[in-house]
């Protein structure tokens, strides 16, 4: 069975830091991998999403993230928070044919000033 | 292109009652899928509708029930309303039935009382 685990459900950074969101899947399939973005009472925003091909994605608003199929890893990076990066952060698995996403839980960022 | 749009946007029912959750798909797109967002929690997958037709189900009762119309639009019914009901029922439309190009509305967030 397919899983997707999120470390930190809350993760706190400075404006103007690093942010590095952590999303680890299980899976006996190639996986496709996606970040979402979700601001408060707001639907889900895709960020990026890996399939094939180039392991290093890069997405809206100045994030990206690598692939990386040894530590079956798809972290989620941006080199400068801002504060409107504030929200929840959802990482998603899906099979190739797959018709639905599994989630993880979700990890909510905050910026400081 | 008009985006996913989902009615109501909150609603307020008691336990028992029955209620029923619009969704229009984006333009072109001929698949919805039905996710419900527990708080705190990330998107479970209810269930998927093809060319008017069920696709799939997630692990949810059959108190649970959809319709697609001819137009690509969907409800999502849901009988005999349970307090853990309540959470945030988003649609996602795409294209085909796979997860691999959604998009999703805003949400409508139900309330059991």
């Known amino acids: 069975a397919q899983s997707v685990t999120q470390l930190g459900s809350h993760v706190s950074v400075s404006e103007g830091a690093l942010v590095l969101l952590r999303c680890n899947y299980s899976s006996s399939v190639p996986p496709y991998l996606f970040w979402y973005v979700q601001y408060p009472n707001q639907g889900l925003q895709l960020l990026l999403k890996?399939?094939?091909?180039?392991?290093l994605v890069k997405g809206i608003n100045g994030f990206e993230a690598e692939f990386k199929k040894s530590e079956t890893s798809f972290h989620l990076t941006k080199p400068s928070a801002h504060m409107s990066d504030a929200a929840e952060y959802f990482c998603a698995f899906s099979s190739g044919s797959a018709r639905q996403l599994t989630f993880g839980s979700g990890t909510q960022l905050t910026v400081l000033p | 292109e008009t985006g996913v749009t989902q009615s109501p946007t909150h609603l307020i029912k008691t336990r028992g009652q029955q209620v029923t959750l619009r969704c229009s798909s984006q333009?072109?797109?001929?698949?919805v899928s039905w996710y419900q967002q527990a708080l705190g929690q990330g998107p479970q997958f209810i269930f998927q509708y093809y060319r008017e037709e069920e696709n799939g189900r997630g692990n949810f009762p059959p108190r649970f029930s959809g319709l697609q119309f001819p137009n690509y639009s969907s409800e999502l019914n849901v009988n005999a309303l349970e307090l853990d009901d309540s959470a945030l029922y988003l649609c996602?439309?795409?294209?085909?039935?796979?997860?691999?190009?959604?998009?999703f509305g805003s949400g409508t967030r139900l309330t059991v009382v």
């Open positions: 333009s072109g797109h001929n698949t």
């Open positions: 890996y399939t094939t091909g180039a392991t």
């Open positions: 996602a439309s795409s294209l085909d039935k796979t997860a691999y190009g959604y998009t």
